[in-house]
Structures are given as C-alpha cells and as structure tokens.
C-alpha cells in the first residue's frame, strides 16, 4: 500500500502515468542505467525520455529518505509514550519534508529552554489557565514564566511554523547593504550595497551574487517581513485551540503577547533559515541546470573527426608548446617553437611538420598569445602554399583551452603521458579536443571547463551528481568506440565501472582488438548486467558482424537476421541499406517484447548505423584584424562562439582572450525571458559591439538587428561576478626544437 501511494506521488511530480513510473522504478531496481533505460526499454515504460526517467529516479530518492524519516520519528514518538493514532495519520499522510520536522518539533528532544525552566517553577498550571481562557492570577513575574511556557506551545504548533515559513517565502524581501566600514576599493558588488527584492521572484543568479558577496564579507545581508499580519495569522491558528485567544477573553492579552515573543524569539529565526536554505537551494538547482545545459552543447561539439592534428598550446616568453597527433589522437612527437623571438625558424618547424607529418588542422589554444599565434600559422601556411601548391594546407582553427591545465596536471594525463612534460599534455589536450571533444573532455572536471554560473557556490554534491549526469548521457548518446576508446571514458559508458574500464583497456592490450562485442564477456568482472547495459553503447566498426559497430543491441541481433533473411539478403546486405530498409513493414515484427518505438530505432539504426548524432564540424571565424580588446571599437559587428549562456545573456568569445556578454534583453529583436530558449554554448553568433571598457576588460554585446546604444549596464556588471572563462597562463618549457619531430 505504502509502495503503491509513493508511485502515484512519484508520478504526479514526474507528470506520468503511475504505471510508468512503476515500470522505472522496477527496472531501476534491476540495476537500470538511465541511458539503457531509455534507449532500450522504451516499450516497459512508454517512451519515457531521459528527462523524465530522471525526475522519476530523484522523486524515488526524496521518498524514501522521507519514507526512512518518518519511521525514525515514529519510533522516537513512540518510545516517548506520546504517539496517538491521529499524529501516526498525519506523519503517515505527510508528503514534505520541512512538514514533516513540524510534526515532530513539539517531541523533538530540546536543551533547556526558558520554557522548561518555567515548568520546573511550577507554572505549567498558570499556562495552561491562560491558554484555557480560565480564570488566572499572578504578579508580572510569574505571567512571564507562563508567557514563556505558552511561546513555546505556539511555536511548536505545526500549523503555525507552516504559517509562518510560508509568509517569509511569500512576502519577504532580501536587504543587502555594505558592511561597516564600506570597502574603500571598488568590488563587484557595489549595485547591491543598498539594495532591496521580493524573496520570491528573486531571480536564481542574483540571489547567488548576493550570497557571495556576503560570504566574501563586502555585504550585510537579512529578510525583512512585516510582522504585524504574521503575529495576527499565529493568533487566528492558536484560537482553533486555545480559548485564551479569542479576542473576548480575559486571557487574549497574555496569549498576543506570548505569540509575538514566540514569533520575534522561537518562530522567525529558524523559518528565516529554513526559506533561506530552500532558496539557496532552488538557486543551486537552477545554477546547475544552467552549468548542465552549457555543459551537454559542449560535450557534443561537432568533432572535427578523425584527422591527423597539429596542436600549438601558445607561449610568449617561454615559447610555443607544439604536439603532433595522427588521426586516431595518438601522440606521435613535440617541439616548441618562438613565432615572436625567432620568427624564421618557426616558420620554418610549422612548415617542416605539416608536410613530414601530413596535417590536416592545425588546432591553436585561446590562452595567451592565442590570436597572434593563429595569425603567425595562418601567414605561415599562406607562404607554405604560395612555395608548394602541391602541399595540401590545413585548416586552422582557434581551440578553447578551459581546463587543459587540469588536465595536464591530473592523474589520467600522468597515466597517459608518464615521461612528457605538463605543458606538452596540455598541447594534446587541445589537439584531441579538436579531433573529438567528447573523447577529450571527460578527462577533465567539469567544473574546470568554465562553463558554470556561479559553479563554486552552489551545493557541490548536487552540482557533481548532475554533471556527471550530463556526461553519461552525452557520451551514450554518441556511443564509444571500443577500440580506441580510454578507459575515462569508457567508465561513463551505461553498465560500465571504472575498474570494469580498465579491465576493459588491460584485456584490449593483452589481445588486441575486439572483434566482436561478444568479445567483452571474456573480460574479468564483466558479468551479464553489466553486458547488457554496455554493449548497446559500445561500437567496433570494420567488426566482421556489421550490427557491431550500429546502436542495435545484441539482445536483437536475432531480429534484425530475421528481417534480413524475410528481404532475401545478408545481414550485411541489409545494413546501410536505405532502400532495401525501406521495404521492411515493421508491424510484422511487433511482440509483446519489442514494439514500435523499438522497431523505428531498428529501423534507423539500419539506415545510417552508426551515425554520429552531432553537426558537421565548422570552424569559428574571427577576423584577422581583432585580436585584443583594444582592437574591439563601438558598433564592429562580429562573429563570435557562445562559450556560456547564463540566466542574465550568453557570453560571447570574440577571439580577443575576453568573452563579451550580450545581455538577455540584447539576445533578440523579440522578448525573450530565458537566454537558453534562444541560444547555446557553441552557437556560432553575428554580434554588434555595443559597449567597451578596457579598464575593466568588460564587453558589451547585442545580437539584436538594432542594437541599443551603449549596450545594457546591468549585463556589463554581471560578467564581473560570472566565476569562468578564465584564460589559462601557459607553463614554462624548455626543449629544442625539432628534437621529436
């Protein structure tokens, strides 16, 4: 019974059907990956999408943390001799957690109050007398340690406490002011040394602004609620059970009295604190869905694919680091190069790698000295062509460096690159990225990519889980091929561990490749389960069955023959064969296990196996004479990439080691209210500088086709508080050129 009330509740907050839910909630049970969940088992829960399967796993969680609260305060209720069938009704039709703690709070063990000291005194009588609306007599003294006995009532009233957390959501303002004495210097925070908002439509990244300059110590901050019409609220509640509160009792005075003390004393500080910590938390979970939807357009980049990459992570005084990869990212050889001391001479190691080593892309880190670095290499392969037209010329393009420095310096890349210096990592971070930033990235810390809002301020568990989250689904959703594939990211493959990862990696380097996916069972640890979330993710192309290298899962392959062998071909044959897929009538194959949303994934699958559900590479197009942000002048229109999209506009790099911010309402010709609806992290975007101050190193931004003069100031000062896209300082190298090379 209680199972079947939790379904129905899952499902109302999920917006499903209780069977639905149902269904995940079995198959989660099972040992179910959100990613197979939805990609395999669509007919056991109706097509539910990741999303939803999602909010049905985390409402899962919430009750039964409830579920286990409610049975720890039962049996301390209980054991106090003081738990009735009513209170056992209502703990059990309680369905919040802050409600819940209401319940309890009158039973919860308490260190000595000033309401305890007063029964001791003997004037739990009095109290009683006064909340009765009997007869009582007593001098101040003794009506003050009744006062206090009856404050304490009132406050652990459920209803009251639930009265009054919801006035301070409702109807609070958050006051900001500067501390004492006010900061001599300019901070960031200087809009909101007087400042005042409705708590409840504070927006999510202001509230995080404020919290932090409170939590740097350049702001004072408090809610202010009028507390007449609360106290009056209390006294509306205590009347339905004390006739002490009625307005014609000889004992209202004292009762109005003992509510105001029990609201100035007991009941706002701690409801202040509660609405604080659900705004905190409500503002952490939208940062995080900001940071996760920044995050997921990122991991899916378009690949520039499988491309032999030059890699330059740019240098001034101690030169550039410069690393070469084949097509598959396998690191073949370094130099480092000086563009701005001994111009001839690297132009000289460009040209002789590019050639030697047939580059296709030549990918260029956007840390400093970023923009003249790629302006060097593109004049350097200008020449290059104009000496040797027969050299195909690669392409050139500028590639984010965010969080290669914590790559080079990590674990992985130790384990990867044991005898190579931090810097030539960080060069083939920034090539690899280019080739696959899927591949590339899941070695770094999420947090490290500088995508976030306010990422270093919210709930860092809440923050960690969803990331990871997003990684899993963006790498599922690609798929893996098992051959190449590291073992960081093969432990973000649904089933997989990142000791089965390694087991995985150790037994491709005792073997060889894999030639089949059944191949993965002889790998030690890798029981059935774990199979059977894995393989449908995991790709070998040129295996001898093609259906290994396509996202059908092996659990079908059986299927697939017989559609193959009802068309007269070959499973071969039959795969990326439009027309011939084309024929196949799907209802001929519905059973109760495989339906037609199944069927329709079959289907496509056989058509273009293997597809790679993200864009065509396209490269970013900064132009040449814009390379620092004194080059940037009022009215330039440019084209920029959006790095990361906030809930006040979108940061746009420009390519001049500065991102500039178009504010929300310079997002559009029309209204827009959420930046995310308009645009994403790697959106290719036409801008019009609208505002530059140098001083500051801030840039105003409009993607309007009227753009506002002067910008938006309110979007200028939020990028001070924006927490990333810091540029990353190159490390020293020492090394003679071409030694490697």
Known sequence: MENSRIIEKVAGDAGVAPGQAAAVARLLAEGGTVPFIARYRKEAHGNLDEVQIGKIRDRLGYYDELEERKAAILKSI??????????????????????????????????????QVAKEKGFGPLADAIWNGGPFTGGEEDLQYARDIIAERIADLADVRGAVRNAFAARAKVKSEAVSPKPAEPTKFEQYYDYSEPLATMPSHRYLAIRRGQSEKVLWVRLELDAEPVVERILEIVAGSARGAHRDSPAFGQISAAARDAYRRLLAPSCEIDVTVDKKSSADRAAVEVFAENLRHLLLAPPLGEKAVL????????????????????????????????????????????????????????????????????????????????????????????????????????????????????AISIGRRLQDPLAELVKIDPKAIGVGQYQHDVHQPLLCGKLDEVVASCVNRVGVELNTASAPLLERVSGLTPALAKAIVEWRDANGKFESREQLNKVKGLGPKAFEQCAGFLRIHGAKNPLDASAVHPERYALVEKMAADAGLSVASLVGNPAAVGKIDVRRYITPEVGEPTLKDIIAELNKPGRDPRKAFEPPKFRDDVTKIDDVMEGMKLEGVVTNVTAFGAFVDIGVHQDGLVHVSELSDNFVGDPASVVKAGDRLTVTVVGVDRARGRISLSAKSRPSAGGNGTGARASSVRGGGQRRPSEGFVHNPFADL
């Open 78 to 115: 209980d054991e106090q001799g003081k738990l009735t069938g009513e209170l056992r009704g209502r703990i059990a039709d309680c369905w919040q957690k802050s409600a819940l703690e209401d319940l309890y709070q009158p039973y919860k063990p308490k260190r000595r109050t000033r309401a």
């Open 311 to 426: 890699a330059i992570d740019p240098g001034i005084r101690t030169g550039c680091k410069v690393a070469m990869m084949d097509a598959t990212g396998k690191y073949i050889g370094k130099t480092v190069i000086f563009p701005q001391q001994k111009p001839a001479e690297a132009e000289k190691a460009l040209s002789i790698i590019v050639v030697k080593y047939k580059a296709e892309a030549i990918a260029v880190g956007n840390g400093t000295a970023g923009r003249e670095t790629e302006a060097f290499v593109r004049a350097t392969m200008k020449k290059l062509h104009a000496q040797h037209p027969e050299v195909k010329i690669p392409i050139v393009v500028s590639v984010s460096e965010a969080g290669a420095s914590v790559y080079s310096a990590s674990e992985i890349a130790r384990a990867e690159f044991p005898d190579l210096d931090l810097t030539v990592r960080g």
